[in-house]
C-alpha cells in the first residue's frame, strides 16, 4: 500500500476507488457513443425503409416489421438513458431497467401478435406453444407495470419524508416549530 502515494491506508484506498470511477466512466461513455451511434443508425434504416415501403405501396406488408424495428430504437434509447442515468449518479436505478423490459416484453407481444395469422399453417403445438407464450409476456407486462407503480409511490413517499412528513397527508412541520 506503500506506494499508492502514503502509508495511509485510507488514502490507498481513495487513490483506487477514484482510479475504478475513472475507469467506469470511460466504460459508460463508450457504451452510451455506441448506443447513440446503433439508435441512429437504426433509425435511419426504419426512415429509409419506411419511405420505400410507402412508395412501392407494400407498407400494410411490412408494417409489423417496421413496428419491430421502430420499437428496438425505443429500447435502446430506454438503454442509452439507464447508461446515463448511471454515469451521473454512479449507482444503478431499478426504474430504467424494468422500462425497457416492458419495452422489450411489448415488442415480443406484438411481434408474435402479428404472426398469428399465419399460424394456421403450423400444427397445433406450434400454435399452443406461442400462445403460452403470449401469456407469459402478459404476465410480465403485468408484473413490470405493478412494479414501476410501487416503485413511483414509494419514490413520492421518500420524497414527502424528505421534505419533513412522516406520514402520506401529514402536513410537513414547519421550520422553528416542534412536531406534535
Known sequence: MAMLGGSDPAQAKGVIATGLM???DVVY???GL??????????GSVMWTFVSE???RSLSAQIVGLL???LLVLLIIELLYTV???FRMHSLVAEPFLVVALIACVRKILVLTAQIPQMPDANETAFRHEVIELGVL???VVVFVGS???LQKHAGEARNVAKGASMPGEKACEPGTAMG
Do not use: K, N, P, R
Open 29 to 31: 461513455i463508450g457504451l
Open 148 to 150: 414501476l407503480i410501487v
Open 138 to 140: 402478459s404476465a410480465m
Open 54 to 56: 410507402l412508395v412501392s
Open 34 to 43: 455506441l448506443l447513440a451511434a446503433t439508435a441512429l443508425w437504426l433509425l
Open 68 to 70: 419491430d424495428e421502430m
Open 84 to 86: 446515463q442515468v448511471s
Open 22 to 24: 475513472l475507469v467506469e
